[in-house]
C-alpha cells in the first residue's frame, strides 16, 4: 500500500474537513473574544452558545451543565479534585476501577496524597467492572464513583446504567470518562444517571486541546482553573473559540453518523478479528467479545513483543498501537491488560486497531496480510517460540 | 526514534537464528520486562568465536543491539568478545535512545552468559567473566493460554 | 469608517494568516498524537520541539523548561497552587501586588482557603508595585513572589529586575504573568531572574487555548494536570498539536517584527493620547506614562460611565474596553483602577484602547474624534456633569 | 446583550434633559456603583404628570431604563406614576439581562424620589410613597483630580 493506513483512531482522529472549515473564520475574521462587550465579540459568544447546545443535546443534558475544558484530562482531574474538594464534609472515599485511564488514576494518586481514600475495582477477564465488589465497597465516606464509559485499550464497554443506580440508590455522584465512548455510542445522561462526564473533542474527528466536562445541575463543584468569570465562573481563561466551534461540528456529524459508521466499523472490525484468529496461531483478542466499541480490536500474540510488531507494521505504513511497555516508556505493560489477568509476556505482546469510517476493506486485508508476515518473522526470532516448539514436538 | 543503524539491523538482523551444538548458549532477560536475548557461540579450539547467533523476543533496541552484538564479537577470541561492552554496542549503533539503553546492557550480558555456558561445558575458566545474573531461569511467570 | 476598528488587542488578537497557514497541515494531514510511536505521528512530535525551541529562544530559556498549557489562566493555576504544594515544608506565605489578574488573584483566594497567606502589595499612583512594601512583606516562610510583568488595564510595566534580585537575595521562587509584556518587550529570564512565566498565544496573533508556562529547571513544582506522561510528566494531556505549532510561528512573528511594532504602536498610541488629552476636558490618563506597554492606552473620562461609551463606540464601528463594573458583571469598577486611587466613579468612566500594528493613523484620528462627540454626548446626559458645571458657574 | 427596545432607548434616549423649576426633582443611585439616575417632574395642579425629563450616568440599560421610565409616567396622576414597577420598565423594554436588573429597579426609585421631592416641596402626603433610601447625597466619595 502506497498510503498509510491509520488504525490508531483512540490513540487521535483526524479533524475533519467541515470542521477545520467551520473554525477557520474565528481565527482571522471573527477573533474577538467572546467575554467583550462589542457586536463584533457577539457573534462569538454565540457561536460558543450553538456548540454548547449542540453538545448538550447529544447527552440529554442543559446547556448550562456543559463546560469547556482543554481536554479529556483536565475534564477528568477537574471532576476528581474538586468533588473531593467540595464534598470534604460528606467523606473522602472514591471508587474507581483499575482499568481507567491515566487521567484518572494518576489523579487518583495525587488525591490520596491529600488525604483520599480511594478504591481500585477488579474487572473480569473480559475487563468489565465487578459490580458486587463495586456495591461492596462503598461506604458512608464515598462521595464520587468514577467508572469510564468505555476503556481506551480493549474497548470494552462498562454496564454505566447499572452503576448509575447503584450511585443514585447511595446518593453518590456518578463520574464517567466517556473520552472514548462519546461520539461512538448513543449516551443520554438522565437515562444512564451519568452526574458527570468527561469528553476530548480529537477522539472524534474535532480538534486537539478543547473537551468539555458534563456537570449535572445540583452538583458543587468549583473550579480547577481559576481567574476570569467564562463559563458560568467555572472555567477561568479566555474560551478556545475556534476550538470550541470545531468540537460542536464535530459532535453535530457524529450524532448524525453514528449508526452507518458504526455499522461500517463493526463489520471491518469482526473482518479483521475473524481472518487473524483464523489465520494466526496463539493469538487471543482482549476485551469483551460483544459489549465492545464498534472501532475497536485488541489481540496479543504470544511469543513476541509489541514495540517490534509496531515498528514493521509501520514499514508497512500501517499505524497502530501496541499495550507494550516500550511504547510508553515504563518498565510495565498496560494495567489494563493485566487487569484483566494477562501474564506480562502475553501484554508485551498486544496490538491494538482503532478504526475509522475511513478505512477500507482492502486495508484491512492488507493489515491482517502484513500482521501475518510479521508476526511469523517475529516468532523466528523469538527464542520463547523456539522453546515452546521444541518443547512440543 | 531510532537510528538508522539501528532500524537496519532491526529490520535486517544479522546472524539471526540458532547454532545446533553450539560451544555456548546464553539467555537473559526476563518476559516480565519484555526482552529476552539468546545467544549461540561457535567458538573454536583456539578460542576464537568462529560463529555468533542469536534470538531475541523484545523491542526494536533489543533486536538492533544483539544483532550487532553478535556482529562485534564474530571472529574475536572469547577475551576480546568479554571487553566487547554495551558502550561498544549503541556506539556501533549510533546511538540509543535513553529509555532503550537497558538493551545494550542485556547483548553485553547475553555474550557474558554464553561464554559462560561455554566456560562450564568446557570446565575452564575465563578471566574476568562471572556467572551471569540475569537468567531466563529465574522467570515466574510462564504464558498460558 | 466602514470597516471595523479594532482596539482591544489586550483582550484577544487577530490570529495571523501566517500562524494559521502554518497551523493547517496538523489537523488533517499530520494529525497523529506525538507520544505514538509510527513514523506518521514523529513528524508532530517534531513540530511540537521546534515551537518549544523557537520559544525557549526568545526568553533565554532551555526547550526543557516550557510547558505548554491551555493558555495564560492555567499557567498562572500551576504556578500558584503547585509552588505551594511543593513549598510546603518550607513555608505558606506568597507576595503579589494588588493589580494582577484575576488568573492570579483568585487563585490566591483559593489558596487562602487552603491554608496559603498572601500578601497583596500596593501599586503607586501610576501602578508601579512598592518595592519597600514588598522587601518588607517578606517572611521566612515565603514561598513565592508573583508580580505580573505588565498590567493588562493600564499597561504599567513592573521593575520585574529589581524584583527578581530581591526574590533570589531571599532565596523565593519568582513567578511572572507575563501574558501581556511576552512577545511586546523582549524578556531574559536570566538577566531578569524570573523562575516561572506565564504566557498565552492569543494575545500576540496566535491562537486561543494555548499558553505555557516556563519553569526554571530546579523549581520542583509537580504537575497541575495529572494523567499521560506528556510534556515530560508535568502536564498531561493529548498535546494540542495544532496549537503548539500556531504559538511557536507567532513567536517567531512576533520577535522578528518586535522593534518595528513597537515605533509603529508607540507613534499611534501617543498621538491618541496626545490628541485626547488636548481635546477632551476632565480627562486623565491612567498607567504610568513611560513604563507602558507600547500599545496600551487608557482613560478616564470624568462624569461619564464606560459600558455606555463603550456600547457609542461600538455603533461606531469602534471596539474597546472598559474598567467599569457593568463590563464585567461585578458591581465593581476595576480592581486595577482602584488600586492606583481612583475613586469609583471615575473607574466607572474609563476606556482602554489597546493597539496592534494594523491600526493605522486614519483609524486613530477616526476614533479620537468619536470619543470626543461621545464623550461630550453622555456628558449632557449626565447628572453629575450637570451638578459640576452648575457649582462652577 | 440588549435587546432592540434598550438599544433604541439608549442610543435615542427619550426625553433627556432637565426641567427648570420642576415640580419634583429625584436623584437616585450611587456613583460608587456606576449608576445615578436623576428624574424631573412637572406636575400640573390636577396632580398630573404634564413632564417628565431625566439625566443619568451608567450603563446602557442604566439611560434605557431612564428613558422609558419617563415614557411610562408622563401623562399619568401622581397615583398611577408611583404605581409604575421596574418590571413594567423592563417589559416595555423586551427585558433586560439579569445582571442590568438593578438599573430598572433604579428607575422605579428615581421616580419615587422625585415624586417625594414633589409631596414634600407641595407638603402635601403621598399614600404608599416612603422616603426613598438611594440618594445621591449619600454618596461619600467626591471627583478628584
Ligand atoms: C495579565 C493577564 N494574565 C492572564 C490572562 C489570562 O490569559 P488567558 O485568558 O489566555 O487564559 C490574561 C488575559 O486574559 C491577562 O491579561
Ligand atoms: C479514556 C480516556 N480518558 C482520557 C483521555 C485523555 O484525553 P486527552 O488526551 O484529550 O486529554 C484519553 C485519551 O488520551 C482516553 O482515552
Known amino acids: 500500500m502506497e498510503n498509510k493506513i491509520y488504525l490508531d483512531n483512540a490513540a487521535t482522529t483526524k479533524t475533519r474537513p467541515e470542521v477545520v472549515e467551520a473554525m ?238 458504526k455499522k461500517k466499523e463493526i463489520y471491518l472490525r469482526d473482518k479483521l478479528m475473524k481472518r487473524v484468529l483464523a489465520e494466526i496461531p496463539y493469538v487471543r483478542v482482549n476485551g469483551d467479545r460483544s459489549r465492545r466499541l464498534p472501532n475497536n480490536v485488541n489481540f496479543s500474540f504470544q511469543f513476541i513483543e509489541g514495540e517490534s510488531l509496531l515498528i514493521m507494521l509501520d514499514m508497512n505504513n500501517i499505524c497502530a498501537s501496541s499495550g507494550s511497555a516500550c511504547t510508553s516508556g515504563s518498565l510495565d505493560p498496560s494495567h489494563v491488560l493485566l487487569a484483566i489477568g494477562l501474564p506480562h509476556e502475553i501484554a508485551h505482546g498486544s496490538l491494538r486497531l482503532t478504526l475509522s469510517e475511513e478505512n477500507t476493506e482492502e486495508e484491512i486485508d492488507y493489515t491482517v496480510d502484513k500482521i501475518k508476515e510479521i508476526v511469523d518473522k517475529l516468532r523466528q526470532m523469538s527464542p520463547l517460540y523456539e522453546d515452546f516448539i521444541k518443547k512440543r514436538s | 526514534m531510532y537510528t538508522e543503524k539501528v532500524m537496519d539491523h532491526f529490520t535486517h538482523p544479522r546472524n539471526m537464528g540458532e547454532i545446533e551444538n553450539a560451544s555456548g548458549v546464553g539467555t537473559v532477560g526476563n518476559a516480565k520486562c519484555g526482552d529476552i536475548m539468546r545467544m549461540y557461540l561457535d567458538i573454536d579450539d583456539n578460542g576464537v568465536i568462529r560463529d555468533c547467533k542469536f534470538k531475541t523476543f523484545g523491542c526494536g533496541a533489543a533486536v538492533a543491539t544483539s544483532s550487532m552484538a553478535t556482529e562485534l564479537v564474530k571472529g574475536k577470541s572469547v577475551q576480546e568478545a568479554l571487553s566487547v561492552t554495551n558502550k561498544a554496542v549503541m556506539e556501533a549503533l549510533d546511538g540509543l535512545p535513553p529509555v532503550k539503553v537497558h538493551c545494550s546492557l542485556l547483548a553485553e550480558e547475553a555474550i557474558h552468559a554464553a561464554l559462560w555456558d561455554y566456560a562450564e561445558k568446557h570446565n575452564i575458566k575465563i578471566e574476568g567473566l562471572s556467572k551471569p545474573k540475569n537468567d531466563i531461569s529465574e522467570e515466574e511467570e510462564k504464558p498460558e493460554y
Open chain 1, 24 to 261: 477557520l473564520p474565528y481565527f482571522t475574521e471573527k477573533f474577538g473574544n467572546p467575554s467583550s462587550i462589542y457586536e463584533f465579540a457577539s457573534q462569538n459568544r454565540k457561536a460558543v452558545d450553538e456548540a454548547r447546545e449542540i453538545i448538550a443535546k447529544s447527552l440529554g443534558a442543559d446547556i448550562s451543565e456543559i463546560y469547556f475544558t482543554a481536554g479529556g484530562t483536565e475534564s477528568d482531574n477537574w471532576a476528581l479534585k474538586e468533588t473531593f474538594d467540595a464534598y470534604a464534609s460528606k467523606g473522602n472515599h472514591i471508587i474507581t476501577s483499575k482499568i481507567e485511564h491515566h487521567a484518572i488514576l494518576h489523579t487518583c494518586e495525587y488525591l490520596e496524597k491529600h488525604g483520599c481514600e480511594v478504591t481500585y475495582v477488579d474487572v473480569d477477564e473480559n475487563g468489565v467492572i465487578k459490580l458486587d465488589q463495586l456495591k461492596k465497597a462503598i461506604r458512608p465516606t464515598t462521595i464520587l464513583i468514577s467508572v469510564m464509559f468505555a476503556n481506551n485499550e480493549i474497548g470494552t464497554i462498562q454496564p454505566i446504567k447499572e452503576i448509575g443506580e447503584i450511585a443514585k440508590q447511595h446518593n453518590i455522584l456518578f463520574h464517567t470518562d466517556a473520552v472514548q465512548a462519546y461520539g461512538q455510542l448513543p449516551i443520554d445522561v438522565n437515562e444512564l444517571g451519568i452526574d458527570m462526564l468527561s469528553a476530548s473533542a480529537h477522539k472524534l474527528h474535532g480538534p486537539k486541546g478543547i473537551g468539555f466536562l458534563y456537570i449535572r445541575k445540583g452538583a458543587k463543584l468549583h473550579s480547577l482553573i481559576h481567574g476570569g468569570a467564562q463559563e458560568r465562573q467555572r472555567r477561568a481563561g479566555t474560551e478556545n473559540v475556534p476550538g470550541i466551534v470545531g468540537f460542536g461540528k464535530a459532535v453535530e456529524i457524529a450524532m448524525a453518523t453514528m449508526e452507518d459508521r
